[in-house]
């Protein structure tokens, strides 16, 4: 079997665990960290000692006020944003106790159960979060990506063709079904929905990380190199291709080992 044949090939459930980590683990220091599951975190852009006079402020409005849903909102998203995700569950689990028809909790609530792994939980309450009569784009990708985690890609993938329809060729979209097509190993079609995101939003790390990734499971190793680089300085470049470079070996020795 050829070098590349071997990338290209490798069983949906190898490369499930390394997407899982990757879909999820915004404050991951071993993999590519910028990859969008895009379940509404965002990269951490501010580093810690910039975020914490922001965590002790809302910490306090939170104490103060701890039934007001907006402050548990935003304590809730910083919390997520700085890798405290059980505390974001907890925080947010008693939020939509409290206001168990707000949408805006529910959404905040399900992201964060998906952030801290609960998945089938996450769909679940996302589903309570908006209605077929006011869809948020950005709540069916969550979904979408929360089913891909529970192994349901083609229902996942409905869930981005919705959200599509709403917003046609939303990156953050894009990306998600891109994933999705590597978790089916249908990488031609991965690559092919990647690179619409990339033409859209080339920017966005995230999305250049993604592409790359998928390039690089299909054999395309100085491209996809080329692209992690894009716009980074020296040292984030080099850190970002040895990230890549791990995620594959390690998707290669998984196979090995089979």
Request: proline share 6%; charged share 25%.
């Amino acid at each position: 079997m050829s070098k590349r044949s071997c990338l290209a090939c490798p069983p949906a459930r190898l490369l499930f665990p390394a997407l899982l980590v990757l879909v999820l683990g915004g404050c991951q220091t071993t993999s590519l960290e910028d990859i969008t599951g895009a379940l509404g975190s965002k990269p951490e852009s501010a580093s810690k000692a910039d975020a914490k006079p922001d965590m002790d402020a809302l910490r306090e409005r939170y104490r103060a006020k701890p039934s007001d849903a907006n402050v548990a909102l935003d304590y809730g998203k910083a919390l997520r944003e700085t890798g405290q995700r059980a505390q974001a569950v907890a925080v947010l689990e008693q939020a939509v106790l409290a206001h168990p028809s707000n949408k805006a909790l529910l959404a905040g609530y399900g992201r964060a159960l998906a952030d801290n792994g609960n998945f089938q939980q996450a769909y679940d309450v996302l589903s309570r979060a908006h209605t077929p009569e006011d869809p948020d784009w950005r709540i069916l990708s969550a979904q979408g990506a929360a089913l891909d985690q529970l192994g349901r890609n083609e229902e996942a993938q409905q869930y981005y063709a919705t959200a599509l329809k709403i917003v046609p060729d939303e990156p953050q979209v894009l990306s998600n079904l891109g994933l999705s097509y590597v978790l089916q190993n249908n990488l031609p079609r991965a690559e092919d929905t990647m690179r619409r995101a990339y033409e859209r939003n080339a920017a966005d790390p995230r999305v250049r990380a993604n592409l790359a990734m998928v390039l690089g499971l299909e054999g395309k190793q100085a491209e996809a190199e080329t692209i992690v680089k894009a716009d980074l300085p020296p040292d984030q470049a080099a850190a970002k291709v040895t990230a890549l470079r791990q995620l594959l070996t390690k998707k290669q020795q998984q196979r090995a080992d089979k």
